[in-house]
Structures are given as C-alpha cells and as structure tokens.
C-alpha cells in the first residue's frame, strides 16, 4: 500500500517561496507518475503539477507555469514542488499524489489512486 507523506506547508508573505516534499518511505516510485494538488476552501480540488519518475517529464497548470517546479530524487524516493513568487490566490492545502505509470502524465484528479494527508500553504498578501 503507497502511503504518501508531504511536508514543507506554512505561512508566507507573497512573492516569497515554499518547498513541498512527499515521500513513502517503504517503497520506490520508479513506476509511478506522481503529481501535486490544491483545493482551496470552496473549490475543487485542481491539478498543480505532474512528474513521470522515470524520465522527469513534467507538466503544470498555466496558472502556477514558470513560478513552480516539480522534481524528483531518485535516492531519497522523495517529489518536491518548489514555489517561488507566491500568490494570495496560491493558498489552499496541498496534496501529494500517485498512480502506476501509463502512457500519458494525466491531470486529472480522478485518474490517481494514492493521495497524501495534504498540507496547508497559505500565502499573505
């Protein structure tokens, strides 16, 4: 069973950066796709990013394009979403999550299995 952790989550000011983490300490995502997600009180839960560990092929939303990055570490079985020049409108929690590899990164919300316990990013204005 994948369990996915995340961590980094706090306050900042805006234009400040943040660095979310996830990891399952007992297992390798080399099969995966991993991706991050954000639902902000009364929204849907929306994509953010998306990485296929394998090769590092990424996609984002437009709205987080060139501000964000989603990178791996292969020895640390650990996804990053490295935010730079935040937003007040970037706040929501944030969620980690998986599925097993195919042949296109998916965005879609529905099309991934295992999800984290979120952590909350709130951006002051």
């Known amino acids: 069973q994948v369990q996915l952790v995340e961590s980094g989550g706090g306050l900042v000011q805006a234009g400040g950066s943040l660095t979310l983490s996830c990891a399952d300490s007992?297992?390798?995502?080399?099969?995966?796709?991993m991706g991050w997600f954000r639902q902000a009180p009364g929204k849907e839960r929306e994509f953010v990013a998306a990485?296929?560990?394998?090769?590092?092929?990424?996609v984002y939303a437009d709205s987080v394009k060139g501000r964000f990055t989603i990178s791996r570490d292969n020895a640390k079985n650990t996804v990053y979403l490295r935010m730079n020049s935040l937003k007040p409108e970037d706040t929501a929690v944030y969620y980690c999550?998986?599925?097993?590899?195919?042949?296109?990164?998916?965005?879609?919300?529905?099309?991934?299995?295992?999800w984290g316990q979120g952590t909350q990013v709130t951006v002051s204005s």
């Open positions: 999550a998986a599925r097993r590899s195919s042949v296109f990164l998916s965005s879609s919300v529905n099309e991934y299995t295992y």
């Open positions: 007992g297992r390798t995502f080399s099969s995966y796709h």
């Open positions: 990485i296929r560990w394998s090769t590092g092929i990424t």
